[in-house]
C-alpha cells in the first residue's frame, strides 16, 4: 500500500498499481495522439491525392475535348453544327449534354448529308457573313475585318443588301447561318428591316447577329430579336473595353432572346500591311492552315473566302484576282455559279493571303484599342 495526505491531512492508502495504471493511461493518451496525427496525415494525403488526380482528370479533358469535338463534327458535318446545334440552343448546355446530343442527331446528320450531297447534288452553305456596316464605335488595333483603316464608315444600302440577297439565294438551296457583320451591327440605321427580310427567307435557317455588346438595342428590335431564327453572339470583349456588355447580356435574358456570349482570344493577322512571306508554298500552307477560310463573305454582290479578301479589296489593300471571288449580282444561272462557286471553294490560296499571317493561335487580348473612346447607350 502507497500512504499519502488527503484534503484534511489524513492518510489515505493507494493500491500498489496506482503507477501501474497512470503508465497505462499514459500509454493509451499517447496512442491516441499518434493515431490522431496518422489519421491527419492519411487525410491531408487523400485530400492531395484528390486534387491531383482532379488536375489530371481537368487536364486530360481539356486535351481530350477538343478531339472528341473535332471527330464528331467531321463525322455529323456542318449539318448539325449549323442546323441544329445554334437553332435549338444547344450551345448554351454542358459540354456532356452536347456530346450525347450530337450522338443523339449523328445518324440523321451523315443521312442528310449523303441524301443532300450524294444524291439531290444540293449546294448548302454552312454559314455566310455578310457585313452591314463599316461604322464601329470602338477602334480596335487587331481588328480581323479590319474596320478602323477605313477612313470614312458607312452604312451599306438597305435595297442593294437585300437584293443582292435575293440574287445569292435563288442560286443556292440552302444558308444554314446566315451571319451579320459590322463594324458594330447594332449602330446600322436599317437593322430592323433587313433582319425582318432575313428572318422570312425560307432558305436561311438561322440569322447570326455579332456584336460588342456596348450598343442596348430597343423595344422594336429587341422583340424582332426573340424570332426563334435569331442568334446574337456578344464578341470576347472585356467590360473595360465595352462596359455595357453585362447590361446588354441582362437585356438579352430579360427578353428571352437566344444569345451567347464568346470568351476566346483574338489572332494576330498582322494588321493592315504585315511582313509576311509570298511565296507560293508559304501561301498555300498558310491558307490550309488559315480558320479565317471558312468565314465565307458576301458583299457587294460578291462572294468572297474569307472577310480580308472583301475589305482588303475595298480598302485598296490589294486587287484579288478573278478566281478569288464569285459574282452573284444580278445572275441567275444556277448551274453555271454553282460550279464557279465549287471551284473557288476547291482554290489552294488566294491574294489576300499576301496580306495576312494567316496565324492559327489565339493569343491576343480581345479588343485593344487605338485612342478612340466608346459610344454606349446603357440606361442608367
Not at 438597305?158 to 445569292?168: G, P
Not at 464569285?326 to 454553282?338: A, E, G, S, T, Y
Request: glycine share 4%.
Amino acid at each position: 500500500m502507497l500512504s499519502t495526505r488527503g484534503r484534511f491531512g489524513h492518510a489515505l492508502h493507494l493500491p500498489m498499481c496506482y503507477d501501474a495504471t497512470i503508465t497505462k493511461t499514459r500509454k493509451i493518451f499517447r496512442k491516441k495522439i499518434e493515431i490522431k496525427k496518422i489519421t491527419s496525415i492519411f487525410k491531408h494525403m487523400i485530400f492531395k491525392m484528390h486534387h491531383l488526380l482532379k488536375n489530371i482528370l481537368n487536364r486530360t479533358l481539356s486535351l481530350i475535348k477538343p478531339m472528341i469535338t473535332a471527330l464528331l463534327k467531321t463525322l455529323s458535318g456542318p449539318w448539325y453544327y449549323e442546323n441544329i446545334y445554334y437553332k435549338y440552343r444547344f450551345h448554351k448546355m454542358s459540354f456532356w449534354q452536347r456530346g450525347l446530343a450530337r450522338l443523339f442527331f449523328m445518324p440523321m446528320a451523315l443521312g442528310l448529308r449523303l441524301i443532300n450531297e450524294s444524291i439531290r447534288h444540293r449546294l448548302e452553305i454552312p454559314h455566310l457573313e455578310m457585313p452591314i456596316t463599316t461604322r464601329c464605335n470602338l477602334h480596335c488595333r487587331d481588328c480581323a475585318n479590319l474596320i478602323p483603316f477605313f477612313p470614312h464608315p458607312v452604312d451599306f444600302d438597305i435595297n442593294r443588301l437585300t437584293k443582292d440577297a435575293d440574287d445569292f439565294l435563288v442560286n443556292v438551296d440552302r444558308v444554314h447561318r446566315f451571319i451579320i457583320m459590322g463594324g458594330e451591327t447594332f449602330l446600322y440605321r436599317e437593322l430592323y428591316r433587313l433582319v425582318s427580310y432575313l428572318i422570312q427567307q425560307n432558305k436561311i435557317s438561322l440569322v447570326h447577329i455579332f456584336t460588342n455588346g456596348s450598343i442596348i438595342p430597343g423595344p422594336d428590335i429587341l422583340q424582332l430579336l426573340q424570332h426563334r431564327k435569331i442568334l446574337v453572339t456578344i464578341s470576347s470583349f472585356p467590360v473595360e473595353v465595352s462596359p455595357n456588355k453585362l447590361c446588354f447580356i441582362a437585356t438579352m435574358e430579360a427578353n428571352h432572346i437566344n444569345y451567347r456570349v464568346e470568351y476566346n482570344l483574338w489572332r494576330d493577322l498582322g494588321g493592315f500591311n504585315p511582313a509576311v512571306d509570298s511565296n507560293t508554298e508559304v501561301l498555300k500552307h498558310r491558307f490550309a492552315n488559315c480558320r479565317s477560310k471558312v468565314c465565307h463573305n458576301f458583299s457587294n454582290g460578291e462572294y468572297h473566302l474569307c472577310p480580308r479578301s472583301i475589305h482588303g479589296e475595298r480598302l485598296g489593300q490589294f486587287s484579288p484576282d478573278e478566281s478569288d471571288r464569285v459574282i452573284f449580282r444580278d445572275r441567275k444561272n444556277p448551274q453555271v455559279l454553282r460550279k464557279e462557286l465549287r471551284e473557288l471553294l476547291h482554290k489552294e490560296y488566294i491574294t489576300a493571303c499576301s496580306k495576312c499571317t494567316g496565324i492559327y493561335e489565339e493569343t491576343l487580348s480581345p479588343g485593344i484599342q487605338m485612342g478612340r473612346g466608346t459610344v454606349s447607350n446603357c440606361p442608367g
